[in-house]
């Protein structure tokens, strides 16, 4: 079997998007609760989840979003806590991290993709059908929403994480040039 093991370095890395990803979502982002849940989050609580798939590999991205996620509710909950949004969170850093890893070309258009993978399959479409199957709300009255703030995110997060992939060389894996 093919394990991953992090060094030292990597471990507090993750550590650290961990907590970024906490801040970010938690308490440095505007949230909208639609009844007895949180219905719209506004923020780049993600970016960091992110940042780690492309940078350090889909592994690392799966474990920043769902330990995000998990101790990120215990420090701010609004709502009760449903593991659905666990693995959304974990697959918000796996499926960017695969995109970018299996494109070719200029890193920004690469990131781009892998950005817009991420954004429109999970943020726009997964999270609303778990709240809409969950708590009933909406998912057309969740839509418009979701679609502005993936328009928003995917340029930022493609652009943030290009400037910090050729500024940064912690990360020789991700290949930006």
């Keep these: 079997m093919n394990e991953q093991r992090f060094t030292t ?5 993750l550590a650290l998007f961990v907590s970024l990803n906490i801040v970010l979502a938690r308490v440095a982002s505007i949230r909208i609760a639609i009844g007895p849940v949180e219905g719209i989050r506004l ?10 798939g492309v940078s350090m590999g889909p592994l690392a991205g799966a474990i920043v979003g769902a330990l995000g996620d998990l101790l990120g509710y215990w420090v701010n909950p609004m709502g009760p806590y449903m593991p659905h949004f666990t693995v959304a969170a974990a697959l918000s850093g796996v499926l960017p991290a695969v995109v970018f890893r299996m494109t070719v070309g200029r890193c920004f258009w690469r990131l781009f993709l892998a950005a817009a993978s991420g954004q429109i399959l999970v943020s726009t479409f ?4 778990f709240l809409q199957n969950l708590f ?8 418009p929403g979701r679609v502005i703030a993936a328009m928003i995110h995917i340029p930022v997060y493609a652009a943030g994480a290009d400037i910090l992939l050729r500024r940064v060389r912690l990360f020789p894996a991700a290949r930006c040039g």
């Design 136 to 143: 009933g709300l909406p998912f057309a009255a969740l839509l």
């Design 9 to 13: 370095r990597e471990l507090v890395l």
């Design 43 to 52: 923020g780049f609580g993600t970016f960091p989840v992110f940042f780690a």
């Design 126 to 129: 997964l999270v609303p059908w």
